[in-house]
């Protein structure tokens, strides 16, 4: 298997990038490497030597340290090159002037999953928008979506749901790279900085993360395998429900379940939905930590066995429409706050139209659903192609 090659990759093997003089910030986390494994830092540091100024932190942190939502990181100096590492998920999100007065150039190294609510686009959108107020040139070091750039899915992102997980107007399965969403952040979403995407060379829109031959180092804690980015862009609703989503289990996102299942009903219920490319293997486990911590939580272990037809955020609405269908007295919406929200129910944010979650709380069928989707998730599959880097 011939390995695809990075934006980073391709930085440090062509000299046509303008970077010989300007003052350089990297905003990365652990999963910025290379093939083998090397830090997107440490090369940079070694292929500029001193013009590395600043380095910038998404959440989870630095190093990717902080489990859950809502917790912040602190600023920091690196303690290999002693530059200081500023948290962009702390006391700010966006980035002040003080953050970005030591650079010239912001370099964008982060591994991004393909789903709506993963808020590292978000951190990358307040970088542009700082980067246009402070006059910083943006430059996306490019990496694979892991869940394929063919594939949408989901209701696009409705203006009164916006928050930290959801800023724009984008399907839940989005289908771009983080290079090619800056572009569509920038343009068709008009934030206007001075932006430019050194692309990955040997990716292919249809392939998966197992397919790019790359090395699979966790972007956050709970994405510990190629496999739970696949599940993610549905079982993320999980999060906003007294589901246990496996967090605190060896399988986040893989694992889901709860006390009050009675895995026999759910399965008979979910018989009657499509489900292509995904088995439902029923389980018991019991998280060490987050919901249900301690108990043992009666549930189901996906097994994805074709990513190119499985369709997870139909599965997932598939899933919680089949416990409100057996277990609507125990299951509950979770309360807020959820991502510095205080007052909105954290599955509309998630979902991104309350709309919907009360429909699926009418056991509407998840068919009547997506058509109600079609159209817009149609829009925007027009608006995105014109942002492809790769065909």
């Known amino acids: 298997m011939k390995i695809v090659q990075t934006g980073l990759v391709r930085l440090l093997t062509d000299s046509e990038h303008g970077l010989s003089r300007e003052r350089i910030g990297l905003l990365c986390n652990p999963a910025s490497v290379d093939s083998r ?165 040997g990716w292919h829109r249809q392939m998966v993360f197992r397919d790019t031959g790359l090395p699979w180092v966790a972007p956050s804690p709970n994405l510990p395998t190629p496999e739970s980015t696949l599940v993610y862009p549905g079982q993320v609703l999980l999060e906003g429900t007294n589901i246990s989503e496996g967090r605190g289990t060896t399988q986040p996102f893989e694992l889901f379940g709860a006390p009050y299942f009675d895995t026999g009903k759910i399965e008979s219920t979910l018989a ?15 998280p060490t930590a987050n919901k249900w911590q301690g108990e043992a939580c009666h549930g189901f272990q996906m097994h994805v066995q074709d990513p190119l037809i499985f369709r997870p955020y139909r599965t997932t609405f598939n899933i919680l429409r089949a ?34 979650r009360r429909r699926l709380e009418n056991l509407e069928p998840i068919e009547t659903l997506e058509l109600g989707w079609h159209d817009e998730l149609e829009q925007f599959r027009e608006v995105s192609r014109q942002c492809y880097l790769y065909r």
Request: aromatic share 10%; glycine share 8%.
């Open 37 to 201: 494994l090397r830090h997107a830092r440490l090369l940079i540091d070694e292929a500029f030597p001193g013009q590395l100024r600043a380095l910038y932190a998404p959440q989870h942190g630095f190093f990717a340290e902080k489990q859950d939502n809502m917790i912040e990181s602190a600023d920091m100096m690196d303690p290999v090159l002693q530059v200081p590492v500023y948290s962009l998920y702390g006391e700010l999100r966006r980035p002040d002037a003080r953050m970005f007065e030591p650079i010239d150039v912001l370099l964008v190294d982060l591994q991004d999953v393909g789903t709506r609510v993963y808020t590292f686009i978000y951190t990358l959108s307040y970088c542009m928008e700082a980067a246009r107020e402070y006059g910083v040139r943006v430059i996306i070091l490019d990496r694979p979506n892991p869940v394929n750039g063919l594939d949408l899915e989901g209701n696009c992102l409705n203006a009164n749901c916006a928050s930290f997980v959801g800023r724009y107007s984008i399907p839940m399965r989005h289908g771009l790279t983080i290079g090619e969403l800056a572009g569509l952040f920038n343009n068709y979403f008009a934030i206007g900085c001075e932006l430019s995407v050194i692309k990955m060379e």
């Open 323 to 356: 416990v409100l269908a057996n277990h609507g007295d125990r299951f509950e919406w979770k309360s807020p706050p959820y991502e510095y929200e205080y007052e909105r129910l954290p599955i509309d944010l998630i979902i991104g139209d309350e709309g919907i």
């Open 272 to 286: 009657e939905a499509s489900l292509p490319g995904v088995i439902l293997r029923p389980v018991v486990f019991e």
